[in-house]
């Protein structure tokens, strides 16, 4: 696929900079910490509770820097749709894994696919890697990308867990040398559902097997304009949630030999979620208020909250600097005031969130349609969850 005008003007202002660094290029602006942050692959609650496991498999050739925009403008708002799911009443833990494929920057002898983060918890790393994707090349082989995620992610058993793939590109879905039919049954097999996501025309994406795809995979067909802007809407509570984000991450401490980096990485997406767009910046802070976004293995009011006993276990070494002198009397009662802080501030969210989302439904139903990345994920995502029995809650 020829290199479009726009990467190449990219490239030429020197604005698309790339390292190689431990097999995996980085964008220089991303390149921010000396070593990057662990991946955290589940919370320990994993085991005990249902799982939404959602990959997102992104072709990252050069056409696709539309699709990308659209990951990162709608990141937030399908993990918001995700917190709305309850099964028998308890919220499930949600891991998302992220992959591309098609980019001619990565190894040919891995059929150009890699594997960008696993199933993870850890929604600041999705997002940080998210916004490292850069397009380039490419040869997209879908069959090729299906068949690894399958085989390589961690895959909950339960027979309740949702184990969802969305693969979205715009070249024919069986090139490449593994079919992407026996890619489909080696999921269904493991009560994978894939759903496919073709760039361009609806009737395109039938002739080119995209729809077959998913038939194949049991999940849904979708075409989508991958270079149209996301629509975002304003509304009367954005101010306030925006101001409420600002004091909730005054709650958290960092401990532990990562807690630095990640805490700087959490205003990173912060930010990046900002330059999108105030609304993005928005659906991010409200993702915040929600049980899903947690940091125990770096946040310690987190780590608290999950295990009452943690400050016995975590050594003065491992505290911030301002902390270390802190008697265990005195760091208890700090935690403690963080944590009902932070409650209180992310119960403001919740409420300013319900009536923003109501004030969106409205405006919504006289506007037109949108076919965007994030609207094809979250139609298909309610829809599936109901059929497995999940209650949506909003």
Known sequence: MKMTLLATALLASGFLVWKYHTGQYLPEKQAVHATPPAVIVSSPSAADNTRIQVALLLDTSNSMDGLIDQAKSRLWNIINTLTTLKYKGKAPVIEIALYEYGNDGLSRNDDYIRQVTPLTTDLDLISEKLFSLRTNGGSEFCGA????????????????????????????????DTNYREAASAATGKNIFINTIYCGDKGEGIETHWKDGADKGRGQYFNIDANRKVAFFETPYDKKIEDCNERINQTYIAYGAAGYSKKQNQAMQDRNAKSISSANYVERSVSKSKAVYKNDSWDLVDRVKQDKGALKQISKSELPKELKDKSPAELEALVAAKLKERETVQKEIAALGVQRQKYIDEISKTSA???????????????MATGKGYTVEK
């Open 145 to 176: 990308v299906i068949a690894t995620a399958v085989k390589k992610l961690d895959w909950g058993k339960d027979e309740a867990d949702m184990r969802l793939i969305y693969i979205a590109g715009n070249e024919p879905f069986d090139q490449g």
């Open 369 to 383: 349609k949108t076919d965007d990345l994030g609207a094809a994920i979250n139609q298909s995502i309610i829809r």
